[in-house]
């Protein structure tokens, strides 16, 4: 059978955070875990959208449970502030959906002095996830899911111009931080595994969705080619955000699977596992980049056994 969101499992009192969720995939991975009765923490950078999002949903489901938080992926400070306040509210955590991000801005630096894109889309979910590890750790089939692309197979690691201070180019760093999305979540799984961990490490990626992720950020021709020549090739974000809803609840999900549309080079379809790029996967490559971000971020993972 071809999953579907009808085949989401009641979610009755496991709680989530979704980054990203007041629009694209994050919105529509909340309201349909919502629907399922999950209790949903919209992780935003905006917090007004955040508010009208969770109105759209409440018009449809008035006994949503929602919460919205500010958080700012591409400042460091303002991630330890989201995760110092959900520890003081929250006993545990079950799944962390690390699916916001930005796409080919032109280059600007974070509020730490990182390159925006690898500080958004990798930096801050990486520290996020080692500062909310212990909330997971006590939660129930506790997850991590981490929002990829089929772009991580052109990516790299840019290790002597992490921030692009030498050769900037857009996509080919908005490629890096997808990668870099990919590499995390594999070595996550490796080191949970080592470690006897409870929680599950799973990489999914949306396909080809229309998302405003293509029009917010980039410029020129990019915007004009993601915006509006391919656009009417690409499916809704109910659509796209099957892979990570599929990672985030099917019962029969495995740590470090890569979850993905089963169409045609993965544009578009149903949930499946797909490949992940050898160099992805490259133990090497995790230890290094897992070092780094380590160095840039200050966040030390303690993986601990489950209960």
């Known amino acids: 059978m071809r999953w579907t969101v ?53 018009a449809r489901q008035p006994d949503a449970v929602l919460e919205v938080r500010r958080l700012d992926l591409a400042d460091l400070d303002s991630v330890r502030a989201f995760a110092d306040r959900l520890r003081e509210d929250h006993a545990r955590l079950d799944v962390l959906v690390n699916n916001a991000g930005v796409m080919a801005p032109p280059r600007t630096l974070s509020a730490q002095g990182h390159e925006l894109q690898f500080a958004a889309n990798h930096l801050g979910h990486f520290a996020l996830t080692g500062l909310l590890l212990d909330l997971l750790t006590a939660g129930h089939d506790p997850r991590v899911v981490t929002v990829s692309s089929t772009n991580h197979r052109q990516g790299r690691i840019h290790f002597d111009d ?93 740590g470090g699977q890569f979850i993905g549309p089963d169409g045609l080079a993965e544009l578009r379809g149903r949930p499946t596992t797909v490949r992940l790029s050898p160099a992805a996967a490259d133990a090497d490559t995790g230890r290094r980049l897992w070092q780094l971000s380590e160095q840039l971020t200050d966040v030390h993972f303690v993986f601990r056994p489950g209960p």
Do not use: C
């Open 162 to 254: 992490i921030t692009g201070e030498h050769g900037y180019k857009p996509m080919a760093f908005y490629n890096q931080s997808k990668f870099a999305n990919a590499v995390f979540g594999r070595e996550l799984h490796r080191r949970l595994t080592e470690a006897g961990s409870p929680v599950l490490s799973v990489l999914a990626h949306p396909g080809y969705t229309a998302t405003n992720l293509q029009t917010s950020s980039p410029s020129g021709l990019t915007k004009l080619l993601f915006g509006r020549v391919l656009a009417p090739l690409a499916q809704s974000p109910d659509q796209g955000a099957l892979p990570q809803l599929y990672a985030a609840t099917a019962p029969d999900v495995a």
């Open 6 to 58: 009808e085949r989401i499992p009641d979610q009755n009192k496991r709680v989530f955070v979704v980054t990203g969720a007041n629009s694209g995939l994050g919105l529509a991975t909340t309201r349909m875990l919502a629907r399922r009765r999950g209790h949903v923490i919209l992780a935003v950078r905006d917090e007004e959208k955040g508010r009208r999002a969770v109105v759209e949903i409440t």
